[in-house]
């Protein structure tokens, strides 16, 4: 048997060994685990959470600069402009108080 043809049929077992633990790891039911997973924050989520603690509008210089030292996070100042655009328009979270300052919805109410 050449090495080409033993590398196919080791490949086709190694396949058929993990298809058959994955369906037993299917019947037995998730794992328990006691590490909690890592979870992610959005931006949107971390620029909440910054203009809750100042409780004032924000020019978006300033939202990047405290995210940055807060959370050692570098956000793309377009892409976070158009993310805080989008949910001014939907009316959800945030309000524009002027050109590119952005508050909590509750702030003006």
Not at 37 to 60: A, C, F, G, W, Y
Not at 61 to 83: P, Q
Not at 85 to 102: L, Y
Request: aromatic share 4%.
């Amino acid at each position: 048997m050449e090495a080409k043809e033993l590398a196919i049929l080791l490949e086709i077992l190694l396949k058929a060994q993990v298809g058959a633990i994955r369906k037993y790891l299917k019947e037995v039911g998730p794992r328990e685990s006691k590490e909690k997973e890592p979870t992610r924050t959005s931006h949107i989520k971390l620029v909440k959470d910054v203009l809750q603690s100042v409780d004032k509008p924000m020019h978006i210089t300033e939202i990047l600069r405290e995210v940055h030292e807060r959370y050692g996070v570098t956000l793309d100042r377009d892409s976070l402009v158009s993310g805080l655009t989008k949910k001014v328009h939907k009316g959800v979270t945030f309000v524009r108080t002027a050109p590119s300052t952005f508050a909590l919805k509750k702030d003006l109410a």
